[in-house]
């Protein structure tokens, strides 16, 4: 499967633990995108990638959240002192080509905070 | 504020009838559109992709753009009970690489 691979499927934390999901890109893929989707909602916007430069972050995002692509291939999300507002889908999105290109998902990664 | 508005629906279809989903947008320098289909619990699936007026079919899909009225839209024709999920309209503005989506319309279709 050459696919948008996310690991891990489901994750349960108690608040105030950190958490790190994972996400491999279709492997001609240049750029990375993590974005959040709640119950009801469109997928929100997080952050992008393009290589291994983090050139957009949204400004909702809080300090609490950081993302990394050191080699320009996978990418880590990590949450610290999760709230139980945190609790969502986060969806990582990979694509190839100019502005405007379709984006891929990948199966994504359910996070619930107890 | 750039915006996508979408019917939440639920917007119930019989069963080998056409499913009409709209999608307006405010940002008039947009460029790109999209199409997704989500099933409950599910990521995002690419549907279609519109980037100029007009129509564009792919097999049952055939989606409209009208930029100068700023909507898109996407028929759905011989619907399926398995077209049943919430279709995602996405656009994407010329000056970054960001997708501003709607928050979807959940499509019923009864056998």
């Known amino acids: 499967d050459t696919g948008v691979s996310q690991n891990p499927r489901h994750k349960i934390t108690k608040r105030g633990q950190n958490v790190t999901f994972r996400c491999d890109p279709i492997s001609e893929h240049n750029r990375l995108y993590w974005y959040r989707q709640t119950l009801g909602q469109g997928p929100e916007f997080l952050t992008y990638f393009q290589n291994e430069a983090q050139l957009e972050k949204s400004r909702l995002l809080s300090d609490r959240f950081s993302a990394e692509r050191p080699k320009g291939s996978f990418s880590t999300l990590e949450i610290q002192r999760t709230e139980q507002g945190d609790s969502a889908m986060y969806l990582c999105a990979s694509s190839l080509g100019p502005r405007g290109s379709p984006l891929h998902f990948g199966n994504g990664t359910r996070l619930t905070v107890t | 504020q750039k915006e996508v508005e979408q019917n939440s629906g639920p917007l119930s279809v019989p069963e080998g009838a056409i499913a009409s989903l709209n999608c307006t947008y405010s940002?008039?320098?947009?460029?790109?559109f999209f199409w997704y289909r989500q099933y409950s619990g599910k990521s995002p699936e690419l549907i279609m992709s519109i980037y100029s007026n007009g129509d564009k079919e792919d097999g049952r899909f055939t989606a409209q753009l009208n930029k100068a009225s700023q909507y898109v839209s996407l028929l759905i024709r011989d619907s399926q009970p398995s077209d049943s999920a919430t279709y995602l309209c996405?656009?994407?503005?010329?000056?970054?690489?960001?997708?501003?989506w709607g928050a979807g319309t959940k499509l019923i279709i009864k056998p």
């Open positions: 940002d008039r320098g947009s460029q790109s």
């Open positions: 996405a656009v994407n503005i010329n000056s970054n690489y960001q997708l501003i």
